[in-house]
């Protein structure tokens, strides 16, 4: 869930509090990171050990999130770059509806597994799919297949393996077997938050009762920084360790950063909350609003037997309500939320797409989403059973077909701006909630699915995938 903003008041100067933004890009290649055993630096289980720098920050063996060099950052990249296959011939095109099929992706990683080989490149960035949009069972042949657009990549230079032309990253293989996997042995709310302690929330609101008129902002800033400590996150249903996890992350900490405006938006019309907040504002000494992200889809379509499903209007939608935060240091969510901070979370909501056209993380949590309703709605509606198909590799055997490791996120330092803004000091969080199983009963009956299945059937095809 989301976690709480709390507010203290001060003399003159508002303080923005931020976490450090943590920018998860890039995907963890399970090429690499599912090697087999006749590589160097596995363990027991064939697992490569994953190095833990993600999009621009590295975390240590405390689970504390900290910046990477530039420098470090683009030798990273051009290692993934340097290790790029070949894209399959026609697989580069764009396609408005590319399919892949379940039982034939299982059987790839299969003969793989069988030959001590990764499997390819284009096995992990899923064909290069972008989107999930139909859901198609087929019995007779024992399988399921995903389709949506897609394209061919490229490494952009921020880590993100993205369409060729128009730049949204691909969906990953990875965040598939996360999100099946947690469908099928654990099925619950998808969620990250990111908490201050209530002794630092103490501290900090004993230090902000002696700001006086005059006060450095700078020193100031540092002071709140050092009184507020390490932040904890937590994230729930899907390993923390997870690229997924990582994904949700990284989206809560921008957010949390441009509603701040401790970084600006990399689109226009998108002002910070601060910039929204008037000095003087009345009624918010104790109130101030949190933010989180969750999906926002119209409801399914689905044909008369269940066999062919589509996932469509899907887009992010960011709630927001107030938190009150006690002498103790203790928040309690106040249910409602005022004027301004409603209208900074529906502008949020209404340029959702075009800021994740231009912040790839953004976009490649919507594609988690996607993966994440997917998953519920193969578990929920019993697709698999109705393939007659288990798909015992996508869905477990973590011995043969493991997902990435990366080094969970436990902590992150305070990060402190001053704006004058009157007599408030300002903590923001943020977070990331899926709840993909609501959406699954609110399906609709479509008529013209049944002639999209018979289309989409892999008949006369060899591949695992197929335009």
């Avoid at 390993?239 to 957010?255: E, L, N």
């Avoid at 037997?305 to 469509?312: D, Q, T």
């Avoid at 923001?428 to 049944?450: R, S």
Wanted: aromatic share 6%.
């Amino acid at each position: 869930m989301s976690i709480g903003t709390h507010c203290f008041r001060s003399a003159r100067w508002g303080v923005r509090l931020l976490v450090v933004c943590l920018t998860v890009v890039g995907w963890s290649s399970l090429a690499n990171a599912q090697n087999n055993n006749n590589n160097n630096n596995n363990n027991n289980n064939g697992t490569t050990n994953v190095v833990n720098i993600v999009g621009g920050v590295s975390i240590d063996a405390s689970g504390m999130v900290t910046d990477v060099d530039r420098d470090s950052l683009g030798r990273l990249c051009q290692i993934r770059r340097n290790a790029l296959q070949p894209i399959p011939e026609g697989m580069d095109q764009t396609a408005g509806l590319r399919k892949v099929s379940l039982r034939r992706l299982e059987a790839e990683i299969r003969r793989a597994a069988r030959a001590n080989q990764p499997f390819p490149d284009a096995v992990g960035l899923l064909a290069g799919l972008q989107q999930i949009r139909y859901v198609l069972v087929y019995p007779e042949t024992k399988d399921i297949v995903l389709v949506g657009p897609a394209e061919g990549w490229v490494l952009d230079p921020r880590g993100y393996f993205v369409g060729a032309k128009n730049g949204r990253p691909v969906l990953l293989l990875d965040d598939l077997l996360v999100a099946l996997r947690a469908a099928v042995m654990s099925p619950s709310v998808l969620s990250c938050s990111i908490n201050p302690t209530p002794e630092g929330l103490r501290r900090v609101e004993t230090l902000a009762r002696q700001f006086k008129p005059g006060l450095d902002p700078q020193a100031a800033a540092l002071a709140i920084q050092e009184h507020l400590g390490p932040q904890r996150i937590t994230v729930s249903g899907v390993p923390d360790t997870s690229h997924f996890a990582q994904v949700m992350v990284g989206a809560d900490y921008r957010m949390k950063r441009i509603s701040m405006g401790l970084e600006p938006a990399p689109i226009r019309g998108l002002p910070s909350y601060m910039e929204m907040t008037k000095a003087g504002s009345a009624g918010m000494s104790n109130m101030l609003p949190r933010w989180w992200l969750q999906p926002e889809y119209e409801p399914l379509l689905r044909d008369d037997e269940g066999l062919a499903w589509e996932i469509r209007g899907a887009s992010v939608r960011c709630m927001t309500e107030n938190d009150f935060c006690d002498a103790n240091g203790v928040t309690r969510p106040s249910g409602r939320s005022d004027p301004i901070t409603q209208r900074w979370a529906d502008l949020m909501t209404s340029r959702y797409a075009d800021l994740a056209q231009a912040d790839p993380i953004f976009a490649q949590l919507q594609g988690c989403m996607d993966l994440a309703v997917v998953s519920a709605l193969l578990v929920k509606q019993r697709l698999m059973f109705k393939a007659g198909e288990e798909f015992p590799l996508l869905t477990g055997a973590p011995e043969i077909l493991t997902t990435a490791n990366f080094g969970a996120p436990r902590q992150v330092a305070s990060m402190a701006g001053l704006t004058k803004k009157g007599k408030k000091t300002v903590i923001a969080a943020g977070g990331v909630q899926m709840n993909p199983w609501t959406m699954i009963d609110k399906a609709e009956k479509g008529v013209q699915l049944t002639e999209v299945r018979g289309k989409a059937s892999g008949a006369g095809h060899t591949h695992w995938w197929w335009d």
